[in-house]
């Protein structure tokens, strides 16, 4: 009986504890949109060097879009396709989070950012901040 007292007391515990953070979503999709996020920019530099074309990954504060072109928004007829050939290939932030700055990261044909004055630090805003890093001089995305 006291085992069985003992076994409800600590599941309790554990219940008052893990509760709170499992029923709030916002960590998740900040996390989650970050990783998402660093996909759609690492997919961009292997589209580049794969289509031997520049292509831009237009940065707004609720979304990123893969594009042919540096004009903001992207034509139509400039939209890069993503993955499953999807057009545009626009990955959009869940509510409550944002991303800064919002800027155009442009990627060579070969893969490489163009313009970069040092690693580009994108944050990604919502229950807490994560951060993907572009690299200036190799494109690396972490």
Known sequence: ?????????IAGILAAVAAPRMMGRSGF??????????????FAQKLAVAQHADV???????????????TMPCPVASQA??????KP???NAPSGVAITPTTTLHFDAGG???????RLDIHVNG??????FVEQ?????H
């Open 1 to 9: 009986m006291v085992e069985l007292i003992l076994v409800i007391v």
């Open 29 to 42: 999709d900040t996390r989650g949109y970050a990783d998402q996020l660093a996909s759609t920019v690492r």
């Open 56 to 70: 831009y990954v237009q940065l707004t504060a609720n979304d990123a879009t893969l594009c042919y072109l540096a």
């Open 81 to 86: 396709p993503g993955p499953g050939s999807e």
């Open 89 to 91: 290939y626009t990955v």
């Open 112 to 118: 490489r950012p163009v313009n970069l004055a040092a």
């Open 127 to 132: 229950s807490g901040t994560h951060h993907v």
């Open 137 to 141: 001089e190799t494109g690396y995305v």
